[in-house]
């Protein structure tokens, strides 16, 4: 990351506005310190027809063009949305235009995958932050990203301090929250080229991953290929050297259940309770749910699918 806050336009190669701050102008600044050194000015005294060529406007302005480097959506003749309707504004504007290139040369997502990751972020993110700010979506008394980034400025009964810091704050937090997200998807969708190898390589109803790849569910249940869908457990490696056991999912709607749950007669046991419950030495703990339990090695392992399968 890549940020701060300067007090003349000639240092400046960043404007936004002063004042109360939004989640939209506050994650477009997480999103463009990812890419590039931010020196932000927060003023509305610079008009954008006054600006530097060089420096990018953002929240105000009165209009959008990105030719002139001026991203505001606030103007009666905005128009631009996503694909739903939903208006863009400062941050649906900027991760237009910048977010491929974050996602493939700041978090290396591979280029065959740049449009799902893009779209990915954008649907669960981007329109919200979008939405919420342009009025489109309706108050909720349940926290939202909006509502945590607006909670960092100052309450009316703490006076009118310089909110710079507090803007910094959430700044900073922003930029976590989209950093993290972005890596996340990023690994998603990495983790389908290594899980789509082991689903090819299969024989019979238990995937071996070896470690522990994210994501693996996700993968299973949309696999094209037919083995996917006779596939009951996943098996990886423990932190501890133990072997983990997960029962696959019916679906992507039916994440909390499985297509073959462990015993009931197993369901929250562990250790010598859970050894003779199975009749069999080496089990360490199946989760009451049914839908995880961990052995000391693969050849318990195997034990336990003679048993279940």
Request: aromatic content about 10%; charged content about 25%.
């Amino acid at each position: 990351m890549s940020f701060k806050l300067v007090n003349s336009i000639e240092e400046a190669n960043a404007i936004t506005h002063d004042g109360v701050f939004h989640a939209d102008e506050v994650f477009a600044t997480a999103l463009l310190s990812m890419i590039a050194e931010v020196r932000l000015i927060r003023t509305r005294s610079v008009k954008a027809e006054e600006k530097p060529e060089d420096v990018i406007m953002y929240d105000i302005g009165g209009r959008y063009s990105v030719w002139d480097k001026v991203f505001d959506h606030h103007q009666k003749d905005f128009s631009l949305t996503h694909e739903d309707g939903t208006k863009l504004s400062s941050f649906g504007m900027l991760w237009y235009l910048y977010g491929r290139f974050a996602l493939c040369d700041v978090y290396g997502c591979p280029t065959r995958y740049i449009e799902l990751a893009f779209n990915d972020i954008n649907n669960r993110l981007v329109k919200w932050i979008d939405g919420r700010d342009n009025g489109q979506l309706p108050q909720s008394e349940e926290l939202t990203l909006s509502s945590v980034i607006s909670n960092f400025n100052a309450q009316w009964n703490e006076g009118q301090e310089d909110d710079n810091e507090r803007f910094t704050i959430a700044v900073n937090t922003a930029y976590a929250i989209l950093e993290g997200l972005m890596k996340s998807v990023v690994a998603q969708y990495e983790a389908v080229d290594i899980v789509e190898d082991k689903i090819a390589e299969t024989e019979g109803k238990v995937l071996n991953l070896g470690s522990y790849i994210a994501h693996w569910q996700t993968v299973i249940l949309k696999s094209k290929n037919p083995k996917a869908s006779e596939l009951l457990y996943c098996t990886y490696k423990g932190k501890d050297e133990s072997v983990c056991i997960t029962a696959v999912p019916p679906s992507l709607e039916e994440m909390t259940k499985q297509r073959k749950p462990f015993p009931k007669e197993w369901a929250g046991l562990s250790g010598e309770k859970l050894e003779a419950a199975a009749g069999i030495k080496g089990l360490k703990f199946c989760h009451a749910g049914r839908f995880f339990m961990s052995v000391d090695s693969e050849e318990v392992a195997e034990e336990v699918f003679k048993k279940i399968l």
